[in-house]
């Protein structure tokens, strides 16, 4: 199928139109997730907006707006209770992840909730959103860039450092809860688009590989964004050109790219040990 002609069809336009939005912004979060070690975050907020679609689907509202508000009252529970227990954060996400996971099920039962229209949360549909979806994923696609821009000192000097960013009059808890609630917010929209299965396409990958050449804050950021974009634009036109799923096809190319900026970081590791290597050696044959 040629790409181009795919753009006729208004479910495959608005697919690729939040695509590029989630490809260009989401590896923002993405960073967010990787600095601070939020991966145990991620799969909880995954498993909870699988209930919040369960209870969403059990009582007829938008699956969306449940798993938002579910994930929202998550995020704000996470940090007090862990305080309140003096548990690690992550071990009070396990106890989250666990228990939504079994509310879930209850309710599919109880409620009689066809699983397979739970389970379809899991993998989601690029091309079955609403011109509602749409706007959302770009609204918060663009909010999150601009958290980005207009607060990167302060952002930056919590990724560097939580507690030397508090000595230095930063409202930590403050910019630490925003950043767990974007998270919350582009793991349920990232479930909505592809799925939960496929979702650190747009998340993780980018912001994987950008750690990888990244020399700065500024430059992660930067190259997440462009990385996730580019991997959008390589994967949807691969999809449409082979006919296969387009969540398959950034994945791959994610794949490939993060597999690229290994090689690379790579070969600049080895030719900066080369450098110091020979630069030793001509300074003892100096001092000879």
Same mark, same amino acid.
């Given at each position: 199928?040629?790409?181009?002609?795919?753009?006729?069809?208004?479910?495959? @336009?608005?697919?690729?139109?939040?695509?590029?939005?989630?490809?260009?912004?989401?590896?923002?979060?993405?960073?967010?997730?990787?600095?601070?070690? @939020?991966?145990? @975050?991620?799969?909880?907020?995954?498993?909870?907006?699988?209930?919040?679609? #369960?209870?969403?689907?059990?009582?007829?509202?938008?699956?969306?707006?449940?798993?938002?508000?579910?994930?929202?009252?998550?995020?704000?529970?996470?940090?007090?209770?862990?305080?309140?227990?003096?548990?690690?954060?992550?071990?009070?996400?396990?106890?989250?992840?666990? @228990?939504?996971?079994?509310?879930?099920?209850?309710?599919?039962?109880?409620?009689?909730?066809?699983?397979?229209?739970?389970? #379809?949360?899991?993998?989601?549909?690029?091309?079955?959103?609403?011109?509602?979806?749409?706007?959302?994923?770009?609204?918060?696609?663009?909010?999150?860039?601009?958290?980005?821009?207009?607060?990167?000192?302060?952002?930056?000097?919590?990724?560097?450092?939580?507690?030397?960013?508090?000595?230095?009059?930063? !409202?930590?808890?403050?910019?630490?809860?925003?950043?767990?609630?974007?998270?919350?917010?582009?793991?349920?929209?990232?479930?909505?688009?592809?799925?939960?299965?496929?979702?650190?396409?747009?998340?993780?990958?980018? #912001?994987?590989?950008?750690?990888?050449?990244?020399?700065?804050?500024?430059?992660?950021?930067?190259?997440?964004?462009?990385?996730?974009?580019?991997?959008?634009?390589?994967?949807?036109?691969?999809?449409?050109?082979?006919?296969?799923?387009?969540?398959?096809?950034?994945?791959?190319?994610?794949?490939?790219?993060?597999?690229?900026?290994?090689?690379?970081?790579?070969?600049?590791?080895?030719?900066?040990?080369?450098?110091?290597?020979?630069?030793?050696?001509?300074?003892?044959? !100096?001092?000879?």
């Amino acid at each position: 199928m040629n790409p181009l002609a795919a753009f006729a069809y208004a479910p495959l @336009l608005k697919g690729f139109l939040a695509l590029l939005a989630a490809g260009a912004c989401f590896p923002l979060v993405g960073v967010f997730i990787l600095r601070l070690n @939020l991966i145990p @975050l991620k799969f909880t907020l995954m498993h909870g907006a699988f209930l919040g679609g #369960a209870l969403a689907l059990a009582v007829g509202v938008d699956p969306l707006l449940a798993g938002f508000l579910l994930n929202a009252v998550i995020v704000l529970t996470l940090a007090p209770l862990a305080r309140a227990t003096r548990l690690n954060e992550g071990y009070v996400a396990g106890f989250f992840m666990t @228990l939504t996971v079994a509310v879930a099920f209850i309710v599919i039962y109880k409620a009689s909730v066809p699983a397979k229209d739970v389970f #379809a949360l899991l993998w989601g549909n690029i091309f079955a959103l609403s011109s509602i979806d749409l706007a959302v994923t770009v609204g918060f696609a663009l909010a999150a860039a601009a958290f980005v821009l207009f607060f990167f000192k302060p952002i930056g000097a919590v990724l560097f450092d939580r507690e030397i960013a508090f000595s230095a009059g930063i !409202n930590e808890r403050l910019y630490s809860n925003l950043i767990a609630i974007a998270s919350g917010f582009t793991v349920t929209l990232a479930m909505k688009l592809i799925g939960a299965l496929l979702l650190d396409a747009v998340l993780i990958l980018p #912001a994987l590989a950008a750690l990888l050449v990244a020399r700065s804050a500024r430059g992660l950021f930067v190259l997440a964004s462009v990385f996730g974009l580019t991997y959008a634009l390589i994967g949807f036109a691969g999809a449409t050109a082979v006919d296969v799923p387009a969540s398959t096809g950034v994945t791959i190319a994610g794949a490939v790219g993060f597999g690229a900026c290994f090689a690379y970081s790579r070969l600049v590791r080895r030719s900066r040990a080369m450098k110091g290597t020979t630069d030793n050696t001509d300074e003892e044959s !100096n001092h000879g």
